[in-house]
């Protein structure tokens, strides 16, 4: 089992940056890629980004594309997500998770197996 522990959200004007953090403990020898999702007031979950365990392969929804930026450090076992350029549009809860799925699988939150509790992000116009 992996615990995630998210933090670094908050309320921020539109055109900002905020960079979210997320640390793994417990069970992380074994490598996992690390995404990151989020859940706006009435809406569902969407993915958001993932990166591979090395960190060479990632992968973005279009809406997000040129405007954030994942990585991780594996020797801090801490994953993060660069946000710049804010929109009202991004405002949601934001959540990182672990997955050992395909690549495939890597946009679904049934391929993720471990969550964290989610850290608030608001994006004012």
């Known amino acids: 089992q992996v615990q995630l522990v998210e933090s670094g959200g908050g309320l921020v004007q539109a055109g900002d940056s905020l960079r979210l953090s997320c640390a793994a403990s417990?069970?992380?020898?074994?490598?996992?890629?690390m995404g990151w999702f989020r859940q706006a007031p009435g809406k569902e979950r969407e993915f958001v980004a993932v990166?591979?365990?090395?960190?060479?392969?990632?992968l973005y929804t279009d809406s997000v594309k040129g405007r954030f930026t994942i990585s991780r450090d594996n020797a801090k076992n801490t994953v993060y997500l660069q946000m710049n350029n804010l929109k009202s549009e991004d405002t949601a809860v934001y959540y990182c998770?672990?997955?050992?799925?395909?690549?495939?699988?890597?946009?679904?939150?049934?391929?993720?197996?471990?969550w964290g509790q989610g850290t608030q992000v608001t994006v004012s116009s």
């Open positions: 998770a672990t997955t050992r799925a395909s690549t495939t699988g890597w946009s679904r939150g049934t391929s993720y197996d471990n």
């Open positions: 417990g069970r992380t020898f074994a490598p996992f890629a």
């Open positions: 990166i591979s365990w090395s960190g060479s392969y990632t």
